[in-house]
Structure formats: C-alpha cells, structure tokens
C-alpha cells in the first residue's frame, strides 16, 4: 500500500526521468526549433513537474518550474524564438529544478534560492510581457476557452486513503489548476451510522464536472502518485465556448445528472475499453527498489549453490531417481538464474544519452562544433555496471572533445569539415560487452608522448617500443602532454583513474590510434554481468579454480613433445603459437606434479593463451564472491564461489593473466624503469 513517503519517492523518481526528458528534448530542439512535437513534450514535462510538486506542496518547485512553463508556453505560440541563450539558459534552469525536487523540505531548498533568484532574472525578458499578451487575447477572444469542454470525473477512493497521507480535497482543489471546476457531487453510498464511523477511514467518493482545455491524460496524471488508493475515470460531456463561474451553480444537479444517464452507453463501454487498456499498458512496466532486486540475485546465487551441493549428493548416491530429480532441479534453477539475471540486465542508451549535454557544453567551453554519434544503444549490460561505468565515460567523452577533435580553423586547414564528431558504440562479443569511444581527430603523436614520458623518466632514451606501447603511456599515473592548465586537462588526473575503475569491474580498457573514424579509439571490454556465470573447474594440486566458461575456446592434453616447448613458455598448436601459464608456478602452489596435464586455452579480445592445468573438473554454475582481505589485491584472481561440496574455488582473471603474458613476451624490448608500471599489450 502506497504511504507518503513511497509516494513522494515516487514524485522523485518520475521527475528524474522526465528532467532527463526535459534535457534531450531541449537539445534536440536545438536542431528542431520548429518541431510542435517536441515543444509540446517539454511543456508537458515542466508542467507535470509542477502539478505533482503541487500535491505534495512543495511550494518552492511550483514557483520557479510555473515561471519556466510560462516562457515554454509562449515558445510553443510561437511567441518566442528558441535562441542559443536561451537555450543555455533553460538547460541551466533544468539543472536547478533536479536540485530542487531532491529537497523536500522548504528549510533545505533556502539555500538554493539565490541559484534560482539568478536564473528568474535571466528569464524575465522571455516571459515579461506573456501577462500583457495573455490579458490582451482574454480580453477579445478567449483562445483557451474556445478548446475548453466540460469533463465528468468519477473519483473512487480506498478506504485507507488518510492513513497514508492522502487527503482528498487536496486533489479536488488541484484539479482547479486545470480549469473551472463547475460541480462537485458527494457520494455517500458506503457511509456508515454514526456509531460505526472509523475519523481514519475515507467513505466518500465524488463526482466533479470539470470545465477545462487540459486532456484525459492530464487529468489523470494528478492521480497518478496514487494509483493503488484513487480510481478514476474521465468522460467527456460537451464543448463550452464562454466560461461563467456563476452560469454553474452547485445546486444544478438534476439535469447533469439527467445528461449523464442519457448518454449514449456504447460511448461509456468504450471509454470504460479505453480506460482498461491504459491501465493494462501502465502494468507492463512497474519500478521495484534497488535492494529488492539485488537481495533477489543474492538468494538465486545460494539456490544455485544448495543445487549443487544436491547434484553432488544425488551423483555420489548412485539412486538414479535421485540423479533425475537433481538433474530437472538444475534446469529449473538455471532457468531462474537465467530470469533473475535478465531483471538487472538494462540498455546502455540512457547513459550514452547523458553526453549530449556533455558535449554540447564542452564544445561550447572550447569554442568547437561537435556532434555526438550514439549507436547500439539498446545494448544491454548488468545495471550494476552502467551505474560505475558513468565516470570514466565521462572523462573518456571530455578527453575526446578537449584533445581529439581540433579547433575549426585546424579542421579546416587539413580539408575537413569544420564540425568534429564524437563517436559512442556499444556491441556485444564473446560473452562481453564492448563500448568504443572514438573521435574524427588528429589521433595522438607518438613523438609527444614519447619525449614527455622521456622528460618524467618513465622510459629509457634507447628503449625500443611499438605504438601501442607509447600510446599506453597515457595511462601512467600524472601523465600529460598539455602545458597549460585548464578547467577541461592538464592536471594529469584522470587516465589512470578511468582504468582502475574498469578493471574494479573485471574489464580492461585498450587505446587505437588511428581508431574507428580515423582519431582515437577507447576500447572499453566489461562482462555482460558481475552476480552469476557459467564456469570451467580446473585443479590444480590441491586447489580448485574457475574459468569464465566464456572465454574457454578449448580444452586439450599437453602431449609429450609439447612438453619440451612448455618449457619456454610457448607451443604450437594446429600452427599456432600458443603463450603459455603455468597456473601452478603463478601461483606458487605445492604439491605433486602429475606426469599427464591439460591446458585449457583461453582468449580475450583478440589474444589467446593456454592454462596448464593438472585436471580438467567441467562445467560449474559460478556465484561470484569478492576476494576479501589478503587476497583482494592478488593479480591474476577477479573473486571466488563456493562448490557443491562446501569447499572455495578461486575465480581467474583471465584478462590479466594474458597481459601478464604479452608483457613477459617483450619486457626486454620495451626497457621500462623498474618503477613503471607495466603496459597493456596490443591486440
């Protein structure tokens, strides 16, 4: 049942949504002034704001977002122009609502006025003279009672509507803000006698007659907080061409009571169908908090363990029911976990379209023209990871307007077009989610990197490096090339953050010069999901580890004759060079070599290895648990599960046991100081 404070948390998550609308639409408006679609959408997104801060009297959001819907208003009459000013001014006036709604209480929002005293006064000349302009139209023609008509609406309240916070009133006086409202009927069906009333319980219903030019959905969007104690209906009764507040008296019940049960019932059948429909659409989709739903993966992760620990017993038993039994139960439990993991998995779009203000904010600062190119935004990822994966894209998206794209003039000299792109990209491959952060510009110079890293002694003046090996070098700790200190670079903050923060999620982030539009190509790898994976168990002495069954191309025995070649830390297969790891040396296990071993050869992104392994144990459903402690910072491991049997198996961490290996590889070319940390390798 929804309480106050559910429904105001409500109010705030529908208001983020719609400043998020708010603030795409305005800049596709940028582009679009003209469009009537998109000026309607945004008015309506200001003005559903303000109604439901009005039922929750939130007095101080009312009053700034009522001064920005009258200037919206006189926009979409085409009274005004959508200027770039303006355009900046409104942005900025959207990003004052969204700290406004988060503050409730009146006390709190005092501090924000003065923001907000600033932003009025920067929009008094767009809506100065609406009042004259409306006044004048009042006076000859009244346009918006020409749209007006008289509504029917049936109100039906649940008993426990006050003791949730819910006062009735308040939403019929509301419902004022839309129009005239000509008639107020009190329904007294479920009234008891007097010795049975309960003063928290709500017995009266209402019928009003509306005259308004606001819609059904307006309408019932003032309800909307409250869905699960209000039902309405809306019906439509005539159009009212002149508007008399007296013409209306509340004593002329007969006669529309008399109009109402005259009308037509095929017209109530279909609004009743219409009213149906829309609320069979609302249910398609509903919200659920956040820790419900991680709660839910948390208990699908132990069934998935308990199912386990029961195939084992059933497979130890040898009772063959009991084997079938367990057999369906895993199918089940995979179809749950399976379901359970779709819940978290959300696209990636929202988040890509958060930087078109990045952009065009960015471009501003730096006196650029850029455009932002957004594909594959209905690529979907764990919710988990959208959430962190924000920052570093941020900094990734800056660091493409600021260094990759030229200046106008630049662009011009080497025949390009003035206006400079920027290229987000999302795909899926191999088990993995790819996002690509490409810009048109001139690329990095290798020269420049290479003197600086020289200048901060990160390399040796005769060390031998490739291009990616240089290119990397960004990824150094203070590193820049910029001489001048800016509010957008130059601090060298930023680059080695945005890769710790990747590899916290269990991806790894690659640069391309030239990259897919000809500049520089981020590379961003993450896993599709940070909960639940299916595993390859392998052991090795006495201990057990897990492959993400994902990246494992194939399993084979590590023959005789290529034993010799294991020697130096390669073999060939099928033709094929093959770096190797020996999972027991990397991790300095004891415990008796076995004569016959396994390698189990693995590959990410464009990179293979092989994982010498003494056996090979099969498939696993893997709940992934964090490394605490000691072993949080042990390279070569993302996290541990628990087996069926109780025991721990540790989780590798197969992209970085490969770049451990290319570095092995080309260590002596590259010459790095002993202090720098070692590359990524190119793939």
């Known amino acids: 049942m929804t309480t106050m404070a559910t429904a105001l948390q409500t109010f705030l998550d529908e208001s983020r949504e719609l400043l998020s609308d708010m603030e795409l639409l305005l800049l596709a408006m940028e582009s679009r002034s003209g469009e ?50 303006l355009a900046n001014l409104l942005l900025r006036c959207r990003d004052h609502i969204s700290l406004l709604v988060e503050v409730p209480e009146p006390s709190e929002a005092a501090a924000l006025q003065p923001g907000g005293v600033v932003l009025l006064a920067g929009l008094e000349p767009f ?39 819910m006062d009735p009133l308040g939403f019929i006086r509301f419902l004022g803000t839309l129009g005239d409202v000509a008639a107020v009927r009190t329904l007294e069906e479920k009234l008891p006698v007097l010795g049975d009333m309960d003063p928290e319980t709500c017995y009266l219903d209402f019928e009003i007659d509306l005259v308004t030019s606001a819609d059904r959905i307006a309408i019932e969007n003032i309800f909307e907080l409250a869905s699960d104690l209000y039902q309405i209906e809306v019906q439509d009764q005539c159009p009212v061409t002149e508007v008399d507040p007296v013409a ?21 059948e279909q609004a009743d169908t219409s009213q149906q429909n829309r609320r069979r659409k609302q249910v398609q989709h509903f919200r659920i908090q956040a820790d419900k739903l991680d709660n839910l993966i948390n208990l699908v992760g132990e069934l998935v363990i308990s199912s386990a620990a029961v195939s084992l017993g059933a497979e130890q038993s040898g009772d063959t029911p009991a084997r079938e039994s367990a057999a369906n139960l895993n199918l089940l439990v995979e179809a749950i976990r399976d379901s359970s993991l779709d819940l978290r998995m959300v696209p990636i779009g929202e988040t890509f379209q958060r930087f078109q203000r990045v952009v065009r904010d960015v471009a501003s600062e730096l006196g650029k023209d850029i455009e932002l190119v957004v594909t594959g935004a209905d690529t979907e990822l764990d919710k988990t990871v959208v959430e962190k994966i924000g920052d570093p894209l941020t900094h990734l998206v800056r660091n493409a307007c600021d260094h990759g794209v030229e200046a106008p003039a630049a662009r011009s000299q080497k025949g390009k077009p003035t206006r400079g792109r920027v290229h987000l990209n999302a795909y899926h491959e191999s088990g993995s989610i790819i996002i690509e952060v490409s810009d048109d510009g001139g690329g990095l110079s290798r020269e420049r990197i290479l003197a600086k890293a020289m200048e901060r002694e990160l390399v040796r003046p005769d060390a031998v490096l490739t291009d990616q090996d240089v290119f990397n070098l960004i990824f150094e700790p203070g590193f820049s090339t910029v001489e001048q200190v800016t509010n957008l670079s130059g601090r060298g903050v930023g680059m080695d953050v945005v890769r710790r923060n990747i590899e916290s999620l269990r991806g790894t982030v690659e640069l391309v010069s030239p990259g897919v539009l000809g500049g520089t190509t981020f590379r961003i790898r993450l896993p599709l999901t940070l909960a639940i994976i299916d595993g390859f168990m392998a052991r090795v002495g006495d201990a057990t580890y897990v492959v993400p069954l994902e990246m494992v191309v194939e399993c084979t025995e590590l023959s005789a004759e290529q ?35 396994n390698i189990i050869v693995v590959r990410h992104g464009g990179q293979k290895a092989g994982l010498i392994v003494d ?69």
């Open 36 to 85: 009537p679609e998109l000026q309607n959408a945004l008015f309506r997104c200001v003005h559903t704001i303000k109604g439901s801060a009005g039922m929750f009297g939130l007095d101080h959001v009312v009053d700034f977002t009522h001064v920005v819907e009258n200037v919206l208003d006189r926009l979409r009459a085409g009274e005004i122009a959508l200027s770039r000013d």
């Open 127 to 165: 809506h100065s003279c609406a009042g004259s302009s409306h006044a004048q139209t009042d006076s000859t023609e009244p346009v918006a009672a020409e749209a007006s008509r008289k509504c029917r609406i049936d109100i039906r309240i649940h008993a426990d509507a006050l003791r949730h916070g």
């Open 248 to 268: 209306a008296p509340l004593p002329a019940q007969p006669d529309t009571d008399e109009s109402v049960e005259s009308a037509a019932p095929g017209a109530e």
């Open 563 to 597: 034993q010799l070649g294991a020697e130096q830390h390669y073999i060939n297969l099928r033709q094929e060079v093959l770096p190797l790891i020996r999972l027991r040396a990397h991790f300095k296990l004891s415990g008796e070599l076995r004569k016959r071993q």
């Open 615 to 683: 056996e090979l144990l099969g498939e696993n459903q893997t709940v992934i648990k964090p490394l605490g402690g000691i072993f949080s910072n042990l390279r070569g491991l993302s996290g541990s599960t628990i087996l069926g049997n109780g025991q721990v198996a540790l989780i590798l961490d197969v992209p970085t046991l490969i770049q451990q290996v290319a570095r092995q590889e080309d260590a002596a070319n590259r010459g790095f100081q002993s202090h720098a940390r070692p590359r990524l390798s190119a793939s």
